[in-house]
């Protein structure tokens, strides 16, 4: 168990649609990642939050969004759904901020997204 | 741009026996950091080892260890008297820094097969 919990571990939902990912980082850990993995693209960063502000965007489509809130946990938003968007959703944590040299992410459980 | 090249879809190994997982890199930054993680059929990722840029020795852990090669830019990992447990998919990775944040790219990953 890496300490960092997603919920809800499997959501089925429709094109069109919108859903919430919710994830809570280990304790301690100010930084909150966000990655989707799927078959034909494999693992692909999406957004970093540190304690709150966002540091760094990956390819995240301009129908998701996200946000840290006060408390640390992190919601993943997903917008306008459509079919190539069932994925694995990972959220990740780190103590930092991570640096140059990088710094361990502790992953989520995920939550498994299908749309049909 | 930065990149993680992992060319063994799948391995075999019987218990027991030392099984090696290739991966390389490509960066121009001085200071990265390289990181395997183990995804079982479960779907969890499992973070394995970390491997910093300016660290002389080869990183290990317990029954992995990570044979850091710089001039080649491969971070192979190595697993020392395989289990039945260790079948799993196999991703190498490497921090991507921006100044503000930091992201993990990912390999497209290994497939290791430990038969008895």
């Known amino acids: 168990d890496s300490g960092v919990t997603q919920t809800p571990k499997h959501l089925i939902t429709a094109t069109g649609q919108r859903v919430t990912l919710r994830c809570s980082p280990r304790?301690?850990?100010?930084?909150v990642y966000w990655y989707q993995q799927s078959l034909d693209q494999g693992l692909q960063f999406l957004i970093q939050y540190y304690n709150g502000e966002e540091r760094a965007k990956g390819n995240i489509l301009e129908r998701f969004s996200a946000q840290q809130f006060p408390d640390l946990h992190s919601e993943l938003n997903l917008s306008s759904l459509e079919l190539g968007d069932s994925a694995l959703y990972f959220c990740a944590s780190s103590e930092l901020a991570g640096g140059p040299l990088g710094e361990t992410q502790y992953f989520g459980p995920g939550t498994r997204l299908l749309v049909l | 741009a930065q990149k993680i090249t992992q060319t063994q879809p799948g391995m075999f190994v019987q218990e027991k026996e030392a099984v090696t997982l290739d991966c390389t890199y490509d960066?121009?930054?001085?200071?990265?950091?390289l990181f395997w993680y183990k995804q079982p059929s479960s779907g969890e990722m499992i973070f394995l080892i970390y491997q910093g840029s300016y660290d002389q020795q080869n990183a290990t852990e317990g029954r992995y260890s990570l044979n850091f090669q710089k001039a080649r830019k491969s971070a192979n990992l190595v697993i020392s008297a395989s289990q039945l447990g260790d079948s799993a998919m196999y991703f190498c990775?490497?921090?991507?820094?921006?100044?503000?944040?930091?992201?993990?790219?990912f390999g497209k990953g290994t497939t290791l097969s430990v038969s008895s």
């Open positions: 304790s301690g850990d100010l930084s």
């Open positions: 960066t121009s930054d001085p200071s990265y950091g």
């Open positions: 990775a490497m921090s991507l820094f921006n100044q503000a944040g930091t992201a993990l790219i």
